[in-house]
């Protein structure tokens, strides 16, 4: 599986990261019900180590699933952001988790693998969006489609965000 979509997505993410962090902006205030940047990092580090962990089982040939809900808990998010100590820590372990998915997904697994049916199960914003089977390779697709580009600019949106605390 070719990655250079994902490795560009996950590098514009952390792109706009940096320009967020850099401009003060990753003190903005987000609007009511959004994340902060460094929630928004913290919500991509766990869906890509989860995302990690799925191709890994394949590979090893063990069955596994995917579920996106733990990256939504807040709690989580939060102990995320405390472990990783901050913006520049955030950033650092989203980059060195790209670079580990990107190697494992791409020249590390086979066709065969990649259409692996995996159980899946995606919410957002309280909505399920699936809840069924998909192809690990459509699992590694979305991050590079939607997930990571919705986020890129979700963080991007803070520029012109009151500046502020974190909530």
């Known amino acids: 599986m070719e990655t250079t979509r994902l490795e560009a997505a996950y590098r514009a993410l952390l792109d706009a990261a940096a320009t967020v962090d850099g ?22 580090s766990l869906i890509t180590s989860t995302t990690i962990a799925a191709a890994s089982a394949v590979a090893s040939g063990v069955h596994t ?41 791409g020249p590390a697994l ?9 159980p899946t199960r995606l919410l957002s914003n309280g909505t399920c969006l699936v809840d069924q089977p ?9 991050l590079a489609e939607t997930e990571l580009p919705g986020h890129t600019r979700q963080i991007l949106s803070l520029l012109t965000a009151p500046a502020g605390m974190n909530s």
Not at 82 to 102: P, Y
Not at 134 to 142: E, F, K, S, T
């Open 110 to 118: 086979s066709d065969a693998e990649l259409d692996t049916p995996v």
């Open 65 to 105: 699933a995917y579920d996106n809900r733990i990256a939504l808990d807040t709690w989580t998010i939060d102990r995320v952001i405390a472990l990783a100590g901050g913006a520049a820590g955030l950033r650092d372990r989203v980059r060195r988790q790209a670079d580990a998915l990107c190697a494992l997904g």
């Open 134 to 142: 998909m192809p690990l390779r459509d699992l590694l697709g979305g």
């Open 23 to 44: 401009s003060g902006g990753a003190g903005a205030v987000p609007p009511p019900g959004e994340w902060t940047a460094d929630q928004i990092l913290a919500h991509v």
